[in-house]
Nanobody, 124 residues
């Protein structure tokens, strides 16, 4: 059974930073493109960042604007999202998602496994 478990969310002031982690089990982690996807209340979900299964290719949403970094540790079956210069509009539930041999340009619908999410709240 595939499980993705996110951690690291919380309440932070605008301008602050957070590190999200997602640990996977039940799959061959190195074969999966991993993404962070967020959804705020009343809004569509949006891919924040993705890292290819090879680990050498990353992709970011335009709104990231150099503030976030996605990385992976295949030895630990974990993907990270380091977030800096957080803004109030970054407040959302952040989900980890996995897509076997996926493309970093894949849409959220193409991701087959999802975590339950971790809440990020940025106070202004």
């Amino acid at each position: 059974q595939v499980q993705l478990v996110e951690s690291g969310g919380g309440l932070v002031q605008a301008g602050g930073s957070l590190r999200l982690s997602c640990t996977a089990s039940g799959l061959t982690f190195s074969s999966y493109t991993m993404a962070w996807v967020r959804q705020a209340p009343g809004k569509e979900r949006e891919i924040v960042a993705a890292v290819r299964w090879s680990g050498f290719v990353t992709r970011y949403a335009d709104f990231v604007d150099g503030r976030f970094t996605i990385s992976r540790d295949d030895a630990e079956n974990t993907v990270f999202l380091d977030m800096y210069s957080l803004k109030a509009e970054d407040s959302a539930t952040y989900y980890c998602a996995a897509n076997e041999y996926g493309n970093t340009a894949s849409s959220a619908d193409e991701y087959t496994h999802w975590g339950r999410g971790t809440q990020v709240t940025v106070s202004s």
